[in-house]
């Protein structure tokens, strides 16, 4: 395989893995509250991989900066405000939502970066945020306004927070390997959750009760969703541009699906359905293609 395919084969192993982490991370904060589980998904991760990068772990002082804010928004903003929204809204909602993170990067090259307004992707990211505000609103629709729409609305800090992070890491992932890069922002990022945690500790203990699902949570957090899918992610994006680095969260909410049927009896309604048409249908239209089965990439 070129290096260029086992990126794409890297990504897709990570985003089956974070495909699933949305329903799983969802059964366990019924037993663990979110910022103790964010601090022991990542200061565990952090623990694992030292063995294999500590003599790597030299950071230029020019990209402390960089880092720690790649650590704040990837990990910080992006994770905390996850968690906060699987107690308040339903799993499969999540990937829904981050599935239309290209379009709000369309938005904001627009908006920010003073890029030219293309009217066939400006077609394509209006029928995507209807999508998208058909989902965010969906429990008003069904049964009046509740913590779900707080819970959506939390979603979409956390798929802002994601795309930031993406171009930041980028800029990094040239300049070092991915094992030292990813330890640095575990550990940054696990020591920013500690006072949130310790708010918890005070409130609930630490640990009290803790059950199979609790440890189901630290588990997969640690070694699955952080350890091995970040290590894939910044192996890959070092091979791959951002742009095509995004095409693989459509994975998502197959997995997600898939397992919060059983796991949480989520089911999607039809305005759910209606949503997620709308959301693709719009990426559909604004980029041209939908890559809905990326396996296709790795073909010579």
């Not at 499969?92 to 939502?97: G, L, M």
């Not at 922002?185 to 959750?193: A, K, P, R």
């Not at 500690?194 to 630290?218: D, K, R």
């Not at 898939?258 to 209606?274: D, H, K, N, R, S």
Request: glycine share 8%.
């Amino acid at each position: 395989m070129s290096a260029k395919q086992k990126a794409i084969l890297a990504l897709i192993i990570a985003n089956f893995i974070w495909g699933a982490a949305p329903p799983l991370f969802k059964w366990s904060l019924e037993n663990i509250q979110p910022f103790t589980l964010a601090f022991l998904r990542f200061f565990i991760g952090a623990l694992i991989i030292l063995p294999f990068c500590y003599k790597q772990l030299q950071m230029k002082s020019k990209d402390f900066l960089l880092f720690f804010l790649m650590t704040f928004f990837g990990i910080t903003v992006n994770i905390g405000f996850f968690f906060l929204s699987l107690q308040k809204t339903e799993s499969i909602n999540v990937p829904i939502i981050g599935s239309s993170a290209p379009l709000f990067i369309f938005l904001f090259s627009v908006l920010f970066l003073k890029e030219t307004l293309n009217k066939k992707k400006f077609i394509g990211a209006l029928i995507g945020f209807t999508g998208v505000l058909l989902i965010v609103l969906l429990p008003s629709l069904q049964k009046g306004f509740d913590g779900s729409i707080t819970g959506n609305l939390f979603i979409i800090i956390s798929v802002f927070a994601s795309i930031i992070h993406l171009l930041l890491g980028k800029k990094l992932a040239g300049r070092y390997k991915p094992l030292p890069l990813i330890w640095w922002m575990f550990f940054i990022g696990s020591l920013t959750f500690v006072p949130f945690m310790w708010s918890e500790i005070g409130t609930h203990g630490f640990l009290t009760g803790l059950n199979i699902q609790g440890v189901t949570g630290i588990i997969y957090g640690a070694i699955g969703a952080t350890a091995i899918a970040n290590y894939l992610y910044f192996y890959a994006i070092k091979q791959l541009p951002a742009s095509e680095v995004g095409l693989f969260i459509y994975l998502d909410p197959i997995i997600a699906i898939m397992i919060a049927i059983p796991l949480l009896g989520e089911l999607p309604t039809p305005l759910y359905i209606a949503g997620a048409v709308l959301v693709f249908m719009g990426i559909f239209i604004a980029e041209g293609r939908l890559p809905y089965h990326p396996l296709h990439k790795l073909r010579k």
